[in-house]
């Protein structure tokens, strides 16, 4: 067990884009183990991305299994993950182990499909919904170099924003503001 | 806490916090927004000196952006902040008392509010008033909601959700 150093805001190399993931050897399987132990040992967190622990390669764990009564496929480790399909835009609040001390509000695809390598290298694609699709775009940011900190909203205009939303789709994240 | 109201007109924030800036001014947390005509500024202001020596800093920006200031003087601390639990909303045709009615509610509930903001839409003839509040449930969230179903019965609307922060 070793939990790694989190590295926070305004670390320069939270801003990096990671790089693919080629080579599924012992090492990546030790260092994924070391990612889990680090995401276990932070307050509640519910995922992590390999570069807020400093390796800038494209691997995420997402696991909000510990919350109760939402949808989820338990612990997923995600290796070169891409999201193909978006669905819906829901306002949500989030918070970073690599921003401690603040929440803010955040627009994310509500339904997303991803398509993404497993810890070994075999092709995997999950349908994610609500919490667990957000924990997945979450981290999925943090692997191009993205904070929630650049996608947050204004409390002010929720009201009105969720419900335009439920009425467009594929409206980039934190670009739309459009009246109904 | 400094405080700060005044007609609205551009610079009025780049003009504050420069001055404050020059006169060795720490800023915490902030809440600034335009309320009708009217820039309001609430700040969280560390300064080494009296009272008095920091309305002499903000006394000359004032005058020149017509704002009437205020300081108080509090122990607040940073990294203090409290996470909010549920988000209610309360929205209803405009009349007199809503506010009161529904937070009344809510504090006779055990909810803390940490946010309100509210506002005014609709049209001039056909106001409808629209209130967003965060906060902390501390008898739980089934006394909140009670509370509210017993608000909503005298023509208000109210939702309830929980805010499940994620932490990732
Ligand atoms: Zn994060």
């Not at chain 2, 335009?34 to 969280?44: A, E």
Request: negative net charge.
């Amino acid at each position: 067990m070793a939990v790694l150093e989190i590295l926070t805001y305004p670390d320069e190399r939270l801003k990096l884009t990671s790089d693919p993931v080629e080579r599924f050897d012992q090492r990546l399987l030790s260092f994924i183990r070391d990612m889990e132990d680090t995401m276990r040992a932070g307050p509640g967190s519910v995922g992590i991305a390999a570069s807020q622990v400093g390796r800038n390669i494209r691997v995420v764990i997402v696991d909000v299994s510990g919350k109760p009564d939402i949808k989820n496929h338990g612990k997923l480790t995600l290796v070169n993950p891409e999201i193909i399909q978006w669905d819906g835009l829901a306002v949500g609040r989030e918070g970073c182990l690599s921003v401690p001390d603040y929440t803010g509000n955040v627009i994310r695809a509500e339904k997303i499909v991803v398509k993404a390598q497993d810890e070994t290298g075999g092709q995997c694609e999950y349908e994610m919904e609500g919490f667990e699709a957000r924990a997945a775009q979450h981290e999925i940011d943090h692997l191009d170099g993205l904070l929630f900190l650049d996608r947050l909203v204004s409390r002010r205009n929720d009201l009105f924003r969720r419900k335009v939303y439920k009425r467009s789709k594929h409206v980039n994240p934190g670009e739309s503001n459009q009246e109904g | 806490m400094l405080t700060l109201v005044g007609e609205d007109r551009p610079g009025i924030v780049a003009g504050v916090t420069q001055a404050l800036f020059d006169g060795g001014c720490n800023l915490g947390e902030t809440s600034m927004m335009r309320l009708g005509g009217v820039f309001t500024i609430m700040m969280m202001t560390q300064h080494d000196g009296t009272t008095q020596s920091l309305k002499n800093i903000v006394q000359p920006v004032a005058k020149r952006l017509c704002l009437r200031f205020h300081v108080d003087n509090i122990e607040g601390r940073l990294h203090d902040h409290v996470e909010p639990e549920v988000r209610i909303s309360v929205f209803g045709a405009d009349r007199a008392g809503i506010v009161a009615q529904a937070t009344g509610a809510l504090a006779d509930a055990g909810f803390n509010i940490l946010h309100l903001e509210s506002d005014v839409a609709g049209s001039e003839d056909k106001p409808i008033y629209i209130m967003q509040i965060e906060g902390v449930a501390q008898k739980g969230v089934e006394a909140v909601r009670k509370a509210l179903e017993t608000v909503a019965k005298e023509g208000i609307e109210t939702s309830i959700e929980p805010i499940d922060t994620l932490i990732g």
